[in-house]
Each structure stands twice: as structure tokens, then as C-alpha cells.
């Protein structure tokens, strides 16, 4: 059951990369560090369709996946922070079902206001679920080495929202420091625990 976890990992690693690379290439003007991920899949957008469905509501249900295969690994304690550290699935499945309106503003269409309800839902279940998981791998033997790297990074996450909340020329590359921490712990874990079984 450890190598699921590494391979759940890794696909969702090629989901997060490389449908926004994708679809980044075929958008004329999109920056990576300006534009945020939303903008690929913005309402209007021509590939927006394609990105709901072929990165974002993949690439949430993979997050759901890998939380249920992690969750098969660790005590019970652990259930909390796996149940958070979903709601990044959440997230990226209310984008699919929620695009953002042009430009990914703070405010604007009620689907724009549940959009950035679900995105600061996502971060902010991944950081506090991190914070959580830190805790409780304390207790796991075989984990407990990735306590406190797993915890300093959910806090990461947290710091990272506050800066996502403000205009910014970086924010793009904000939000994909963000999203490749937490997605980096993923594939960490993952040979984690394949390396000590």
C-alpha cells in the first residue's frame, strides 16, 4: 500500500505541472508569475472548459485519493489533518464547477465569490491540515522523522494565503510556491514510505 501512495504522488505531481504548462503555452500573454492558475480556466478563457476538466477536477480528485491511501497508512489520530488537507481537493474541484471571472479579482460574480470561497477553503484546510499531520505523525514511528518539516510547512501555507490576499505582480508565483510545498510533501511522503517499509 506504500507505493500507492508514491505513485498517487507523482501523478498528482504531473497533474499540477503539466496541464498548466499546457495551457499557459496556448495563452497569449499569461505569465506564471502574475497570472494566477485560476486565469487558465477563467470564465471566457478559450481553454477554459478543458482546464476544468482536464487539470483542475482531475487533479482535486487525485488529492482525494492520495489523502485516502495516506490515511490507510497512518494511526487514527492522523484522520483530522488527512479530513483538512482535502479540502485542497475541494478547492481544485470548485474551480472546475466555479471558474473564476477575468482576471481572478478579489470580488466580482457570485461564481467569481464561491470560487475564491472554495480556493481559500483549499489552503487553508492544506495548511492547517499539514499543521495537524505534524502533530500526529509524532506519534507514528515510522513517520515521525517529517513531523516538524510537515508542520513548518503547513504554517508556510498559512503565510502564503496572507500574501495570496494582496495584489501583487508575484502572485502567480505566490500560489505556485504554495501549491509545489505542499504538492513536494506529497511525493515525500510517498518515498517516505516506501523507503521504510
Not at 479579482?105 to 495537524?132: C, D
Request: proline share 4%.
Amino acid at each position: 500500500m506504500s507505493l500507492w501512495v508514491l505513485v498517487v504522488a507523482i501523478f498528482i505531481g504531473l497533474l499540477a505541472a503539466v496541464p498548466p504548462w499546457w495551457f499557459a503555452r496556448r495563452r497569449p500573454g499569461y505569465s506564471h508569475l502574475r497570472n494566477t492558475i485560476s486565469e487558465l480556466g477563467e470564465t471566457g478563457a478559450p481553454d477554459a472548459t478543458r482546464v476544468a476538466w482536464i487539470a483542475f477536477a482531475p487533479l482535486g480528485l487525485a488529492v482525494w485519493v492520495f489523502v485516502a491511501v495516506l490515511g490507510g497508512q497512518l494511526q487514527e489520530d492522523a484522520q483530522t489533518g488527512l479530513v483538512l488537507l482535502s479540502f485542497l481537493g475541494v478547492s481544485y474541484v470548485g474551480a472546475a464547477v466555479f471558474p473564476c471571472d477575468a482576471g481572478a479579482p478579489f470580488w466580482g460574480t457570485w461564481r467569481n465569490q464561491i470560487h475564491n470561497l472554495v480556493a481559500a477553503i483549499g489552503y487553508f484546510g492544506a495548511g492547517a491540515g499539514l499543521i495537524e499531520l505534524g502533530r500526529a505523525l509524532e506519534d507514528t514511528a515510522m513517520m515521525s522523522g517529517l513531523a516538524t518539516v510537515t508542520s513548518m510547512l503547513g504554517k508556510g501555507v498559512l503565510a502564503g494565503i496572507f500574501v495570496l490576499s494582496f495584489e501583487s505582480p508575484v502572485r502567480g508565483l505566490t500560489q505556485r510556491v504554495i501549491e509545489a510545498a505542499v504538492f513536494s510533501w506529497m511525493l515525500l511522503v510517498g518515498v517516505w514510505l516506501v523507503l521504510g517499509s
